[in-house]
Every structure is written in structure tokens, then in C-alpha cells.
């Protein structure tokens, strides 16, 4: 019985195989740490490595066993889960000799502008401000403790927490619309915004306030909104959808 020739790309991917599993082996061997798995996934040498360092942060513990009239009140406040060396510095040499050595109190204006100055990555809601614009060359101590952060006053502006929307709005055809035009917010949104939710529409109806074709002017809380704006028939446009499926309410541009 005659017995047909390997292909020769059986031969090839065999020949690669091999070299895959070399290759996989050596690697292992050259570059893998021995220690590497004994512990987990991870080189357990580096346990020792680490107690070799030098130790330099307390940490928050440390510094309520004698700070506990600050720690109380920063417990209280929107800092409560800001660790204190995160401003202050490490601080293990003070907690072991507090009188040779002290932590760094920072009341220069950079510092907290590190986390609160605007940033399109920072999440909607997070308080932001443009460093410029807020209270110019004056310190941020002398409206805000650091410990305890509430505002001297409520913000008067949206813009003050959801400045990436406010930033969009301000280029859009919507900037000259009030936010509480399409939202309401209660008071206690202010101080417990995560607790006191605003409103958003849910219906097309609501956008046709403004944009269903029929009455020349219109009134919507009170504003006057002339037939200049777009005009469509908002059952024959949207269909099964909502309106901001296509239009982005703080920037209203159709998507292409």
C-alpha cells in the first residue's frame, strides 16, 4: 500500500509549531523570573525587595490619632475619602518625631486646581472650574477649607459642577436657553446633587414646545419662541425614535 507524500504545508506549519514551542520554552527560561508563580501571579522576590524600602506615609489613621477634631470634620465633607499625605505630604517621619518634623501645608493656588481645574475626562457633575476665570490670584483657602470644602455659596451657575456640558452649550444653538428650560432641579440639588437627581425630558412632545411646525410664536416658561427656530412635524420626523437619538441636546447639529 502506497502511502502519499506529507504536504508540504503540513511540513511548514509543523516546522513553525516547533519553533512556537522553543521559543515559548526559552523565554521562560531566559527571561521568567524564578521566583515568578511561587506566591501567585507575581514575582515573589518582590516581597523582600518591598520590606527592604524605606517606609514614608502613615497613612489617614496615623494622623486622626492626634489630628481627630480635623479628621472629624473631613470626614464629613466631599474630602472624606482624600487620603491627608495627598496634600500634606508623606508624613511618616512626622507621626514618629511630630516636633523635628513637619508635614507640608500647601496654601498655594496650584494645588487644588490639580484635581477641580476643567478637564473634558473628568466625570460630569465632578466640581470644575477655569483657573483664570474663578476668583483670579486670590487662594482657594480664603473661600474654601480644605478639610470640609462646601462652598461660601451655592453655585449660581450650572457650569459651576457640569462645566464640559456648559462648554458645549455655550457653541451651540441652544446657548441661549436657561438649563432650567428642558431640567428642574430642587434646592436640595445644590448641596446633595447625588441625592437630589434633576429632571430630563422624556418626550419628543417636549422638544416640539419649541419645534413642531404650527403656532408662529411661542411661549415655553414664559419665553417667547419665534417661528425662527426649526419647525418639523415632530410625528412624521422622529417616527419610533426620540428626538435625542439624533440631535445631542447640548449640541443640537443633526448627525450625518
Known sequence: MKTGKVPQQVVVLGVIFVIIIVGFVAMRWFFVPATFGKYG????????????????????KACADCHDDIYKNKSRGFHRNVSCEVCHGPAAAHAEDPSSHRPEAPRQRGLCPL???????????????????????????????????????????????????????????????ECTTC????KDHINNPRFSRVSKPTTNEFC??????????????GMKVMQAVPQIDIEAHAGRYLCWDCHYPHYPEAKP
Not at 119 to 148: E, L
Not at 152 to 169: D, F, G, L, T, Y
Not at 183 to 186: F, L, P, T
Not at 208 to 221: E, F, I, L, Q
Open 115 to 177: 484635581c477641580h481645574n476643567y478637564s473634558p475626562s473628568r466625570p460630569t457633575g465632578f466640581p470644575q472650574i477655569i483657573t483664570v476665570q474663578h476668583n483670579p490670584g486670590k487662594a482657594c483657602m480664603s473661600c474654601h477649607n480644605p478639610h470640609n470644602p462646601v462652598t461660601p455659596q451655592p453655585p449660581k451657575e450650572c457650569s459651576a459642577c457640569h462645566r464640559s456640558i456648559a462648554n458645549q452649550k455655550m457653541v451651540s444653538h441652544h446657548a441661549s436657553l
Open 183 to 186: 431640567h428642574e432641579a430642587g
Open 208 to 221: 416640539g414646545k419649541c419645534h413642531a411646525s404650527g403656532d408662529a410664536v411661542k411661549t415655553v416658561k
Open 41 to 60: 501571579h507575581y514575582r515573589a522576590a518582590a516581597l523582600d525587595e518591598v520590606r527592604q524600602q524605606e517606609v514614608v506615609f502613615a497613612g489617614a
